[in-house]
T-cell receptor
Framework: DAGVTQSPTHLIKTRGQQVTLRCSPK?????VSWYQQALGQGPQFIFQ???????QRGNFPDRFSGHQFPNYSSELNVNALLLGDSALYLC????????????FGPGTRLLVL | RKEVEQDPGPFNVPEGATVAFNCTYS??????FFWYRQDCRKEPKLLMS???SGNEDGRFTAQLNRASQYISLLIRDSKLSDSATYLC????????????FGAGTRLAVHP
């Protein structure tokens, strides 16, 4: 039973560029949430996708956008990268919009130079 | 004020020690509570859910005090493998799954 997978594992970009991160949820899960974890901090909720729609959003600017596909996989897009976007980006999956147990993927470590 | 606050530590304890972590949350409407464990450069993993009645899983005991908006985690007989960051987590909305994380408390268990 495959867990949550994310790609790529590491990424280096420069300011102003755009990046796309990918996530495949755990088998049987239909809800994907994205989190940003800066160094020394806890993960911060970016948004959640369920039934291919953004259902909830945290306090992140519109530069952060996403998508969920019919197979429940998801993408996180960040435009106009800033140095402060350097972080570990975590994807978590769960069953149903209110499913409480979230399982995290290994994350994508993004460095913006 | 942060929504979930934890003592950042680090807590440096010898093997076999008992250590307690505390956490407070600001949203009195919060519905669910958890402790996650995060090893260095790894993803968070669910350690245990926290219930008002308190719950225990082996050497780990979690407590919730809704009146004080306070959550605790007790680790007994610490092992070297317990060294990690422990994240206090709150789900603020019923029917949704928006987890609010504390900054984490770092634990280092030494021989």
């Amino acid at each position: 039973d495959a867990g949550v997978t994310q790609s790529p594992t590491h990424l280096i970009k420069t300011r102003g560029q755009q990046v796309t991160l990918r996530c495949s949820p755990k088998s049987g899960h239909d809800t994907v949430s994205w989190y940003q974890q800066a160094l020394g901090q806890g993960p911060q909720f970016i948004f959640q996708y369920y039934e291919e729609e953004e259902r909830q959003r945290g306090n992140f600017p519109d530069r952060f956008s996403g998508h969920q596909f019919p197979n429940y996989s998801s993408e996180l897009n960040v435009n106009a990268l800033l140095l402060g976007d350097s972080a570990l980006y975590l994807c978590a999956s769960s069953q149903g919009q209110g499913g409480e147990t979230q399982y995290f993927g290994p994350g994508t470590r993004l460095l913006v130079l | 004020r942060k929504e979930v606050e934890q003592d950042p530590g680090p807590f440096n304890v010898p093997e076999g020690a008992t250590v307690a972590f505390n956490c407070t949350y600001s949203n009195s409407a919060s519905q669910s509570f958890f402790w996650y464990r995060q090893d260095c450069r790894k993803e968070p993993k669910l350690l245990m859910s926290v219930y008002s009645s308190g719950n225990e899983d082996g050497r780990f005991t979690a407590q919730l005090n809704r009146a004080s908006q306070y959550i605790s985690l007790l680790i007994r007989d610490s092992k070297l493998s317990d060294s990690a960051t422990y994240l206090c987590v709150v789900n603020a909305q019923s029917g949704y799954n928006k987890l609010i994380f504390g900054a984490g408390t770092r634990l280092a268990v030494h021989p």
